[in-house]
């Protein structure tokens, strides 16, 4: 993903990814909670919070 990283001291709120994702849309301003896709797969975004899990 391009850009900077953001910083670990001082985290901004809601998903950290959303200064650099093309995808973010107002839902992201909200920290995304934890989607667990399998043993060791979890993964934090709101474009598959609502997906019917397998
Ligand atoms: S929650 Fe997903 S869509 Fe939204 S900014 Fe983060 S990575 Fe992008």
Same mark, same amino acid.
């Given at each position: 993903?391009?850009?900077?990283?953001?910083s670990?001291? %001082?985290?901004p709120?809601g998903c /950290?990814?959303?200064e =650099? !994702?093309? *995808?973010?849309?107002?839902?992201c301003?909200?920290?995304?909670? %934890?989607?667990?896709?399998?043993? /060791?797969?979890?993964? =934090? !975004?709101? *474009?598959?919070?609502?997906r019917?899990?397998p």
């Amino acid at each position: 993903m391009p850009g900077q990283p953001p910083s670990l001291l %001082a985290p901004p709120s809601g998903c /950290r990814f959303a200064e =650099r !994702c093309p *995808l973010r849309f107002a839902r992201c301003a909200d920290d995304p909670e %934890a989607i667990i896709l399998g043993d /060791r797969h979890r993964v =934090r !975004c709101w *474009l598959l919070a609502d997906r019917e899990t397998p």
